[in-house]
């Protein structure tokens, strides 16, 4: 059938015709009225445009973005489709082979083959060693390796562009940097290696997913960073897993879809948004192929929790809670049955701390917590101590249920756990060990499921898709759902509610009671001095570019957060 799946559409009706049958030939369409068959080409491995291959039976990339001057270039994608063997090639750091990896061609052979594109020129300059190149590593813990001594002193090495105090300022690094790397927790290293990366006078740019352990606040400090740099009339690429940042910043995205670690292909150019909705809809128009099975949709009317008076299970009056230097002052509340509440707000303000108070891993110093419900806490840190497969492990946890089809049906088969059943949990990466967590977490007896930060190390689709699933299995079995997360697309797909956490990082924090979701992103927005839309499309929430003729109305109209879908012209 060469990649292709006949589908028969009727008024009340889908089929789909047997591959065997089907050749693709096309014929049908043209003979059958009313525009009833479609054939859609179904992801699969393209047999031309291959840039790289590691060898034999190894991973295969196919086709490259192009850079563009003064302009940020997004890839978006699932993990081990190719982004980060994308950025090597752009670089200089890994020369293509053009899938002959037995006997490599010469420069001249590859360039021959992207005559008459405009890859060609950025190619040359790499192959006469002309081209400036920074690159913003995907894996910042390595710094600490090759750099055993201070952040300050590495960011004055490193520093071309005599930017170092507009950096430091900007990043919000005054507090480290006069640490030693090895020192630093993750966001502050990230935010270095940012600051490392933007700090040199380079032709092009290369981000490799900069948002990753930053909060909010601080992902918005490092997009305004490199968004100068494009105003410079420097070439960025950015690898990002955040749509809301990717979105603020990209001006062009590519896809990049293919089977993980096995095969990469990276599509055409697409406008932001259209990229993005591209990602969501699972299916690209400009080439005719699905490469999900599925829609990612955004309620566009969230439950505004005034219609049904819903139980409370939990109750709570003011609680406080005090270490060396820190106080967290948690305003009185309730959980009620039914509700997801997302929980959002700065690093180190006391989430983490109220999710232990609530589950009752931690005392409050003051204040009481009146609570009948069994609570199932997922930590923000993993560990991968057991020493076993996984399927092994969930039994351990959940008993039979591994087995329920109930379960099956609402989590295993949608995350895709079945595929890490036989794996041993010490050898998972970061985000198969965070898919495990959640699904043992939300696999045992309970009233509340408190989830701390599961989008972290999980690439963009399945952040979605998890998102979806947990929101559809709280709501179905009746139960409640507590959300820490510094990804505002996924709180805003899975909650209804929300609780904000103000103050001074590291010093003092506050905890509004949970409002709804309207109430609480319009404040967090303001607190951020962005607004949002909803793309006319899906549904999903979009920022506007800052000062814009639609973020000066929304601010002027106190509405940073919209509900509704707004009108294209309205949009434009």
Known sequence: MDGSECIVLGADAKAIISEELCTGCGICIKKCPFEAITILNI???????????????????????????????????????????????????????????????????????????????????????????????????KVAEVWKGGANALLKKVDERNAYSDLVDSLNLKECISKNVSELSGGELQRLTVAVAASKDADIYLFDE????????????????IQGLADMGRSIILVEHDLTFLDYLSENIHVLYGEPGVYGIVSSVLPARTGINVLLDGYLPTENVRFRDHKVNFEVYAPMGEEVELPEIVKYEGLTKSFPGFMLKVEAGSIKQGQVIGVIG?????????????????????????????????????????????????????????????????????????????????????????????????????????????????????????????????????????????????????????????????????????????????SFLKSLGITYRRDIETGRPRVNKPSSKLDREQKDAGRYYYLAKISEQAQA
């Open 43 to 141: 992801a699969e491995e393209i047999g031309e445009d291959k840039i790289h291959q590691y060898g034999v039976n190894t991973f295969r990339l196919y086709r490259l973005p192009t850079p563009r001057k003064g302009s940020v270039v997004g890839l978006v994608g699932k993990n081990g489709v190719g982004k980060t063997t994308t950025l090597n090639i752009l670089s200089g750091i890994l020369k293509p082979n053009l899938g002959r990896y037995e006997s490599p061609p010469e420069w001249d052979d590859i360039l021959q083959e992207f005559s008459g594109t405009e890859l060609k020129s950025h190619l040359e300059k790499i192959s006469a060693g002309q081209l400036k190149v920074s690159l913003k590593p995907q894996a910042v813990y």
């Open 210 to 225: 900069p948002s990753s352990y930053n909060d909010v606040y601080q992902r918005l400090a490092v997009a305004k960073v």
């Open 346 to 522: 700065a690093n180190a303000l006391g989430k983490t701390t109220y999710l232990k108070i609530i589950a009752g891993i931690e005392k409050s110093d003051s204040g009481e917590v009146f609570s009948g419900a069994k609570i199932s806490y997922k930590p923000q840190y993993l560990s991968s101590d057991y020493d076993g497969d996984v399927k092994t492990f969930l039994w351990s946890v959940a008993g039979d249920k591994v087995n329920d089809p109930a379960f099956q049906s609402s989590l295993i088969e949608p995350l895709g756990m079945h595929k890490l059943f036989e794996k041993n949990v010490r050898t998972l990466s970061g985000g198969e060990l965070q898919k495990v967590a959640i699904l043992s977490c939300l696999m045992r007896d309970a009233d509340i499921y408190a989830l701390d930060e599961p989008s972290a190390f999980i690439d963009v689709e399945d952040r979605l898709t998890f998102a979806r699933a947990i929101q559809k299995f709280v709501k179905s079995q009746g139960k409640t759902a507590l959300i820490v997360d510094h990804d505002i697309q996924m709180v805003d797909i899975i909650s209804d509610s929300l609780m904000i956490f103000t103050g001074a990082s590291g010093e003092s924090g506050f905890a509004s009671p949970p409002q709804t979701k309207e109430q609480g992103m319009n």
